[in-house]
């Protein structure tokens, strides 16, 4: 599953980055679609598409806001002070496809899309319940962004004229670097060329993109939370958190004095403090941002 991505880059740098020049752009992409580090289905995006709709007739590919959470053509006008369901549909399982009535139909149609992510998030679960979010990101420094591929969808709304454009993103299990995190992924498009013959040609290709991964703020996990701190490595956070504890610590190993102004191999009223002794024992606030320290570390 993949349920929230961030986007650090603008529509209109997106655009530039996958070569698609602004007399083929769709929608209101000014005021309807900008960066955000907390991308949550209902959000609108920048979404890349093919389409003979250009003055040559020919396919080519173009771009235009969409929301993420697919909305079916054929879906009811909601009811007044309603809004559509976008959680409902913001995935859809690549090994299924053709065996759903709403996205084999999608299929046929030609309704394909890449969306183009800086990095999406997962969560860990963990020991009595509990689950640790994970930004994961592309491996290559010179990878600005991630491709999903996704199909699309257009509502319109007979009363009003109102068009809305909905996507969701194919998922897959996932490749074996990060099987540790969770049992899906989004279908990652190999570069340009790959997003390229999955618009043309309806390839999701076989290649590998390589990721790389940290855990981050459980802050992310409120949608309304939207600052650089949700793809930030919560490990730097804590370093900056207890600067002076790590100074402790390292004063400690070099037989200075450590948390508590105790030194390795002194003999205190506590015993001796040998360089595996637990760093809790320690008074005060230095001890207790040891213990911290290294509680997150072990």
């Not at 969770?182 to 990721?211: F, K, N, Y």
Request: with cysteine.
């Amino acid at each position: 599953m993949c349920g929230r991505t961030a986007m650090r880059a603008s529509f209109e740098e997106a655009c530039e980055a996958f070569g698609v020049p602004p007399d083929r752009f769709s929608g209101s992409p000014s005021t309807s679609c900008s960066p955000s580090y907390n991308v949550c289905p209902g959000k609108t995006t920048a979404v890349f598409f093919s389409s003979k709709e250009g003055a040559e007739g020919a396919e080519q590919v173009f771009a235009r806001p969409m929301a993420w959470g697919l909305v079916p053509g054929y879906a009811k006008r909601p009811e007044p002070g309603k809004f559509h369901d976008f959680w409902r549909m913001f995935n859809a399982r690549s090994e299924s496809l053709a065996e759903s009535p709403i996205f084999s139909r999608l299929l046929a149609q030609g309704k394909r899309c890449v969306v183009p992510v800086s990095g999406f998030y997962e969560w860990k679960k963990k020991d009595a319940g509990k689950k640790e979010p994970y930004y994961v990101f592309p491996k290559s420094s010179s990878g600005q962004f991630l491709l999903c591929a996704a199909l699309y969808d257009v509502w319109s709304d007979k009363e009003t004229g109102e068009r809305l454009y909905s996507y969701a993103i194919l998922t897959r299990e996932p490749h074996r670097e990060i099987a540790w995190l969770h049992d899906r992924q989004p279908v990652l498009l190999d570069g340009i060329d790959g997003a390229t013959s999955w618009l043309m040609e309806g390839c999701q290709g076989q290649g590998h993109v390589p990721l790389r991964w940290h855990p981050v703020s459980t802050k992310v996990g409120n949608v309304n939370f939207d600052q650089p701190e949700c793809i930030e490595d919560a490990r730097q956070a804590v370093l900056r958190q207890h600067k002076g504890s790590i100074m402790d610590l390292f004063a400690a190993g070099r037989g200075g004095a450590g948390a508590g102004g105790i030194r390795l191999g002194e003999a205190s009223s506590k015993g001796t403090l040998g360089p595996r002794s637990p760093v809790k024992k320690a008074k005060g606030k230095a001890g207790k941002d040891a213990k911290a320290l290294k509680s997150f570390f072990l």
